[in-house]
C-alpha cells in the first residue's frame, strides 16, 4: 500500500500499518471529519470494510471500526447519520475497481475484528469547547468546566452555579445528538444521581438550534472519553 485515494472531501492513504484519513478544507467534507482532523486509523482497530453504491450513482467505500477501538463512535453510540459518518469516502463510479481492489487489501491485512478492550484510535486533541443550549461547555484534559447563561439555564442550574469535574471523578459521558431541537451531554460523575431532565442536571449541558451541533459537541465528547479511559489505564500501568 501507500498509495493516495481522493474522495469528497477527504482523502484515504493507505500505509503499511494503518490508513490515514485527510479532510480536504473547500472539498464539501463533512463538518465532523472537519473538526476531527487528520487521524490515523491502525488496520487493528477496523472490523469491517465494505463498497457499495449510493443514491446518485457514486460508490461509497466505507470502513467500521471495532466495537470500543474509537472514542468517536463510542461517544456517538450510533447516532450518527451516514452523512456525517467520518469513515465513509465518497468516490465517482469510475473509482470503483480501484476502490474495490484497496478494500480486499485492507480486508486482508485485519488481525482481529472483535471489540477491542482499549480504544486504538487517538482521541480528538484537546483543549476543547463548545458554546450549548443552556451553557458553555470546556475540556483541558484536566477537568470539564460548565459555566452557565443567566438568560436560558434553568432556574435551577443557575442558581447551583458553574461546575468543575475533574477527569478523575467522571466515569463516562452520555451524548444524545441534536434532534428535533432536542440533544443533550451528561457526564457520569461518581457520587452524582443523574436527575431525568438534562434541563436540572449540573452534570449536563442540553443542546437546541444552532447550539451543541454533531461537529462540536461529539468530538468534546469523545475527547473526555478518551481520556477517561486514559485516568483508568494509568494505575495499572503503575503496578
Sequence with gaps: MGDVLKGRGCAWEFEDGGLRITPEPGK???KLSMELGARFVPY???AEVALEADARGRVVLRVVPRQGADPVMSAAAGQLQDSLDPYRLV???AKETLAAQYADEMRAAFVER???ERFLIAGPSVPRSFQAWDGEAAFDGQAVTFTWFSSTASPTKYAAG???YPITEIEGVDWHALEDARGSLRLRVRGHQALSNPNNDPASVVFGIGWGATHHSLPFAAAVLDAVQATKA???TRR
Excluded: F, I, Y
Design 114 to 116: 472483535g471489540p477491542a
Design 162 to 164: 458553574d461546575r468543575r
Design 44 to 46: 487493528d482497530a477496523l
Design 28 to 30: 464539501k467534507g463533512s
Design 91 to 93: 468516490l465517482p463510479a
Design 234 to 236: 494509568e494505575p495499572l
